[in-house]
C-alpha cells in the first residue's frame, strides 16, 4: 500500500500543478497554444528518459539473487481462471467497475461545471487540482483504518463520505461558496485514491 501511495502521490501532485498549469496556459495561449505548449514540455521531458540505461535497469541488482518461481512471476497463488470462480472476485469487479463508471463520468466535467456556476477558471482548475494532491492521504489513511475497523467499514465509509463530497458539489449550484467546493474536494480527493 505504501508503494502504491508513492506512485499515486507522483500521480496527485502531477494533477495539482498541471491543471493549474493547463489552464493557464488555455487563458494565456487559447486551446491550440496550449496543446503546442504542453505537447513540447512533454517531448521535452521525454528525451532525459530515453537516454537512461534500460537494459541495466531492467536487470536489477545482481546482487540481489531472486527465486526462479518469483523470477517466472508464479507466486503459488490463485491464477486469473481460478479467482473467477470465486464469487468475491465478481463482487469486486461489479463494484469497482461501476465505481470508476460513476466517478470518472463526472470527473472530466468538474471545471467546466465550477465554471458555469461562477468560479474563476484558474481557481477552480487549482481547487480541483488539489484533490489529486489528497490522494495519498486517503490511501493511507484507509489502509490504517481498514485495520482498526475492518475492511468493509472502511470501505463503506469511503464511499459515505464521496457522496457527501458529492452532495457538496450538487449544492454548489445553489449557493456557491469556497466552503462547499472546500468539502467537495477533501472528501472526493481523499477518497478517490481510497479504492486502490
Known amino acids: 500500500v505504501f508503494a502504491t501511495s508513492i506512485v499515486f502521490s507522483g500521480y496527485?501532485?502531477?494533477?495539482?500543478?498541471l491543471l493549474p498549469?493547463?489552464?493557464?496556459?488555455?487563458d494565456t495561449w487559447q486551446w491550440r497554444g496550449a496543446y503546442w505548449r504542453l505537447g513540447l514540455g512533454i517531448l521535452a521531458l521525454l528525451l532525459p528518459l530515453l537516454a537512461l540505461p534500460w537494459h541495466r535497469i531492467r536487470a536489477g541488482d545482481p546482487r540481489l539473487a531472486r527465486p526462479a518461481a518469483a523470477a517466472a512471476g508464479f507466486d503459488g497463488g490463485l491464477t486469473l481462471l481460478s479467482a473467477m470462480r470465486h464469487r468475491a472476485f465478481w463482487g469486486l469487479f461489479v463494484t469497482l467497475f461501476f465505481t470508476s463508471l460513476g466517478m470518472y463520468a463526472f470527473l472530466v466535467e468538474v471545471l467546466a461545471y465550477l465554471r458555469d456556476i461562477g468560479f474563476d477558471p484558474l481557481f477552480a482548475a487549482t481547487a480541483w487540482g488539489f484533490?489529486?494532491?489528497?490522494?495519498?492521504?486517503?490511501?493511507l489513511g484507509v489502509s490504517a483504518l481498514d485495520g482498526l475497523i475492518g475492511r468493509r467499514c472502511s470501505v463503506l465509509?469511503?464511499?459515505?463520505?464521496?457522496?457527501?463530497?458529492?452532495?457538496c458539489l450538487w449544492l454548489l449550484h445553489v449557493a456557491p461558496s469556497v466552503w462547499l467546493l472546500g468539502g467537495f474536494v477533501l472528501c472526493c480527493g481523499t477518497t478517490l485514491g481510497s479504492r486502490s
Not at 12 to 17: A, S
Not at 21 to 26: A, D, E, M, P, T
Open 157 to 167: 465509509l469511503t464511499y459515505g463520505v464521496t457522496l457527501a463530497g458529492l452532495g
Open 21 to 26: 498549469l493547463s489552464q493557464f496556459l488555455v
Open 12 to 17: 496527485g501532485l502531477g494533477t495539482f500543478t
Open 131 to 139: 484533490s489529486g494532491a489528497l490522494l495519498p492521504v486517503g490511501m
